[in-house]
């Protein structure tokens, strides 16, 4: 079984703050629930080619995984793939301006097929990877705009 779920949330913030926010690694542990611990494995700045080591908590389970960025461009798009993961998946982020009124639409987009323990909660996996991500991009919406409040 596969999942393929996309969330959106619309940011009251310009869409350079935004991408610039969210394709920074160091700020996953503040708006992406599960994510505890993230290490750059490859120097930075952010690439294509660079891989990003993250420590998460998915239904009660430590989730340990490695990304690498597949396509960057810093004011449309991130696009990584899992080369160390407990299901191989793919992670996209896009950012859209909305109507030149400094207001940025986020997509994340997140494909994958589920092995292992992960399998076994089957058909309820993709609701659940839906709901997260689109918990994970209100909390990103919030953090943004709360701090221009």
């Given at each position: 079984m596969s999942i393929d779920v996309t969330a959106e949330v619309a940011i009251r913030r310009p869409l350079d703050e935004v991408a610039t926010y969210m394709i920074d690694p160091e700020h996953d542990p503040a708006w992406i629930g599960g994510v505890r611990e993230v290490r750059m494995e490859t120097p930075p700045p952010l690439a294509v080619g660079?891989?990003?080591?993250?420590?998460?908590?998915?239904?009660?389970?430590?989730v340990e995984y490695v990304n690498e960025v597949t396509a960057l461009d810093p004011a449309r798009v991130l696009d990584m793939r899992s080369v160390k993961a407990p299901f191989p998946m793919r992670v996209t982020y896009s950012f859209e301006a909305a109507g030149g009124n400094g207001t940025t639409i986020v997509r994340n987009r997140v494909r994958g097929a589920p092995g292992?323990?992960?399998s076994l909660?089957?058909?309820?996996l993709g609701p659940m990877v839906k709901r997260?991500?689109?918990k994970d991009l209100e909390r990103l919406r919030d953090v943004l705009e709360a701090a221009t409040a």
């Amino acid at each position: 079984m596969s999942i393929d779920v996309t969330a959106e949330v619309a940011i009251r913030r310009p869409l350079d703050e935004v991408a610039t926010y969210m394709i920074d690694p160091e700020h996953d542990p503040a708006w992406i629930g599960g994510v505890r611990e993230v290490r750059m494995e490859t120097p930075p700045p952010l690439a294509v080619g660079s891989r990003v080591a993250r420590v998460a908590h998915f239904l009660g389970r430590r989730v340990e995984y490695v990304n690498e960025v597949t396509a960057l461009d810093p004011a449309r798009v991130l696009d990584m793939r899992s080369v160390k993961a407990p299901f191989p998946m793919r992670v996209t982020y896009s950012f859209e301006a909305a109507g030149g009124n400094g207001t940025t639409i986020v997509r994340n987009r997140v494909r994958g097929a589920p092995g292992g323990f992960f399998s076994l909660v089957g058909p309820l996996l993709g609701p659940m990877v839906k709901r997260s991500v689109q918990k994970d991009l209100e909390r990103l919406r919030d953090v943004l705009e709360a701090a221009t409040a």
